[in-house]
C-alpha cells in the first residue's frame, strides 16, 4: 500500500449506514487507523464517534447504538404522527431524538477540536446553495445538519444559515479527503453504488434514481480525477436486500445486524487480499 496519511471517508444512507460499522471493524483489526475522518449524512453521525474513538472499542460501542431504542426512536414516530406534522410543516420527524443521540455519545458540547482525529462533515447550505463543510466549533449541531434528510427531518440551523443533508451536495467525499492531504482513502458507502440503475417504475422511483445519478457522478468524477500517489479503495457491503430500495427502508432497523455482518465479512476479505 502507499504511504501516507490515511482517510476514512464514510458516506450517506441512512438506515444503511449500518453496513459502515462492519466495514469500520474490518479496518481496526487489520491494523488500519485514520489521520482524518470525513462523514456525510449517516457518515458523519458514524464518523463523529471514530474520530472520539479511533480504536476498534468503538464498533462495539456502535454496534450497540444501532440496535438501541434510541436509534429507533430517530425515525421512530407512529404514520399518524409523522402525517400531522407533514401536514402542517415540511417533514415527517422531529429532530430531537438525533440530537439527543449524539449529545449522549459524544456530549452536548464537544468541539471538533477535542475529537482525537481530525473530523469533518458535509451539509448543503440552503441560503448559499453551496456545500459547506464543518470542522470547527460544537459536534453535534454540525453532525445534525449533515444528517437533515430533506422531508425527514427540518433544515438545520447552524450560525444564522440552513442546511440540509449532505449528500444532496457531496454524498461521498473523496476529493475533500484528497484536498486535505490524504494519500490512502478508504471509502465505507452503503452498497447503492454497487448495484446498477433500472429506469423508474413507481412514483418514488423518480427521486431515487435521480439522486443516485447525481451522486454516482460526482463520485465517479473524482475516482477518474485522483492524482498519482493516491490509493482509494471502496470496500463492499457484502450485497443489499430487494427490500432497500423500498422507499421504507430508512425505517427498518430489523436488518441492522445482518448488514453489519456481510459488510465485515466482505471487507475483511477485501483488506486481506490487499496483503497478499
Known sequence: MTDGPVAFVLGGGGVLGAVEVGMLRALFRAGLRPDLVLGTSIGAV??????????????????????????????GDSVARQL????????????????????????????????????RCCAASIERAAEHWFSTGPVVPAVVASAS?????????????????GGIVNSIPV???????ARRVFVLQVGRIERPL???????EVAQVAFEIARRHRFARELAALPDGVEVHVLPTGGLEPR?????????????????SRAYIASRDYLAALDR
Open 244 to 260: 432497500d430500495d423500498s422507499p421504507w427502508a430508512y425505517r427498518d432497523m430489523a436488518a441492522v445486524g445482518r448488514r453489519i
Open 84 to 119: 400531522r406534522r407533514f401536514a402542517a410543516r415540511t417533514h415527517l420527524h422531529s429532530p430531537r431524538p438525533l440530537r439527543r443521540l449524539l449529545e449522549a455519545e459524544l456530549g452536548a458540547e464537544t468541539t471538533f477540536g477535542e475529537l482525537k482525529v481530525p473530523f
Open 149 to 165: 434528510v430533506p422531508g425527514l427531518l427540518p433544515p438545520a440551523e447552524v450560525g444564522g444559515e440552513h442546511y440540509v443533508d
Open 175 to 181: 476529493g475533500e479527503a484528497v484536498a486535505l492531504g
Open 46 to 75: 458514524n464518523g463523529a464517534l471514530v474520530a472520539a474513538d479511533p480504536t476498534e472499542t468503538v464498533t462495539d460501542r456502535l454496534v450497540r447504538l444501532w440496535a438501541s431504542p434510541e436509534a429507533s426512536e430517530v425515525y
Open 198 to 204: 433500472t429506469p423508474p417504475r413507481r412514483p418514488w
